[in-house]
């Protein structure tokens, strides 16, 4: 019996305590037996901003190879640079053609058609097809445009890519080329493909 009061003296002050602490839980509408539904928090979009606030406050994305139109249907390739976003600061290719036989690689020889525009105001410095005059690069060898073997490597014979270098792949500074120091577009077409030996 004694147990019994004691029982009951605990439960009573169990009672009076929890009526006395606030509630953890909001105040419901909802019917007893009835499940509640769970509505997520609303995301906060103040730490990163949207590609359009980051463009205005002059922080623009990168552009990717897919934002260059090329048009390749003319005797001449004509490139336009998107300027809604900013000029790559690693090598970005895309192939525009597949052509055939093997990619070239370091050692080959790579007869091309080759039309080099600045990304900055699209001054075109190089343009190899207008003359018919592809030029020759042995991939691997030091060449006026210091990332020429990164963007030709893996073009087909019969082929065609445009490729965009960084500054300091492109014309070296010392080289007196008025594209110095420019983001370079190079849009390059295979006539021959030679493998090294």
Not at 70 to 79: F, H, K, L, N
Not at 112 to 126: D, I, P, R
Not at 170 to 197: D, I
């Amino acid at each position: 019996m004694r147990n019994a009061g004691k029982i009951m003296i605990v439960a009573a002050a169990a009672t009076a305590l929890a009526a006395c602490s606030p509630s953890l839980e909001e105040p419901t509408d909802l019917q007893p037996g009835e499940q509640p539904t769970h509505t997520p928090a609303p995301v906060s979009v103040s730490a990163s901003a949207s590609a359009s606030e980051s463009h205005a406050a002059g922080h623009a994305m990168e552009c990717t190879a897919a934002d260059l139109t090329v048009d390749t249907a003319g005797e001449q390739p004509r490139v336009q640079i998107p300027r809604d976003c900013a000029a790559p600061t690693t090598v970005l290719t895309r192939d525009l053609a597949e052509g055939s036989g093997a990619g070239a690689e370091p050692g080959d020889t790579v007869e091309v058609n080759l039309q080099v525009v600045a990304w900055s105001n699209g001054e075109v410095g190089q343009n190899t097809f207008a003359q018919e005059r592809p030029v020759s690069v042995r991939l691997g060898e030091p060449q006026d445009i210091e990332g020429l073997t990164e963007g030709l490597t893996g073009i087909m014979q019969g082929g065609s890519k445009v490729f965009v270098l960084p500054p300091d792949l492109g014309y070296a500074e010392q080289s007196g080329n008025p594209l110095a120091g420019e983001t370079l577009v190079v849009v390059a077409e295979a006539v021959r493909v030679t493998t090294g030996s």
